[in-house]
């Protein structure tokens, strides 16, 4: 019965381990076009689930009260898209006189200049008690500005 309880406390991880476990064996199923259709799957269905489910947990007066916080929301967003793009850029030019591999650098620089995945600001913000609604407000509105304007990483193509 104790094996039982733990599986039920831990279902997520031992989820997250038997997708990894499957994908090993199976990879084909994972690939763009293959059965999964993980180019539709992923950038949109999944992301749409997730800001549906964090929306039916809030109420509408917290989403709208979290709106009208325009200091808050420039400033998330300066400081994800200017800021710690800027940052990480500095850093890469301490690393460029060491003899780390210069694919890496460039792998750093490239992850650097993305916005929080959506899951993560949503879910990290929640499980702290944080305001979830300017979380997901920002989140979407920091991902839209980067995927339709290509604004990420201003600083570092000049």
Same mark, same amino acid.
């Given at each position: ?23 090993? @064996? ?5 690939? !763009?076009?293959?059965? =999964? %259709?993980?180019?539709? *799957? /992923? ?50 030019? @301490? ?5 780390? !591999?210069?694919?890496? =650098? %460039?792998?750093?620089? *490239? /992850? ?47």
């Amino acid at each position: 019965m104790r094996l039982l309880e733990r599986m039920r406390k831990d279902w997520f991880m031992i989820g997250i381990v038997l997708a990894i476990a499957g994908a090993k @064996l199976e990879p084909s199923i994972g690939v !763009n076009g293959g059965p =999964l %259709k993980p180019e539709i *799957t /992923v950038s949109y269905i999944a992301v749409a689930t997730i800001f549906f489910n964090s929306g039916l947990s809030l109420k509408t007066e917290e989403l709208t009260s979290a709106l009208v916080h325009l200091k808050l929301h420039l400033f998330i967003q300066i400081f994800t898209l200017a800021f710690f793009p800027a940052t990480i850029w500095l850093f890469l030019q @301490l690393l460029s006189i060491t003899p780390i !591999n210069e694919w890496l =650098l %460039k792998g750093l620089q *490239t /992850v650097g200049c993305m916005p929080p995945p959506v899951s993560s600001a949503v879910i990290l913000t929640k499980a702290v008690g944080g305001n979830e609604a300017a979380a997901i407000f920002n989140s979407a509105f920091g991902s839209f500005l980067v995927s339709k304007h290509g604004l990420t990483c201003l600083l570092l193509l000049l």
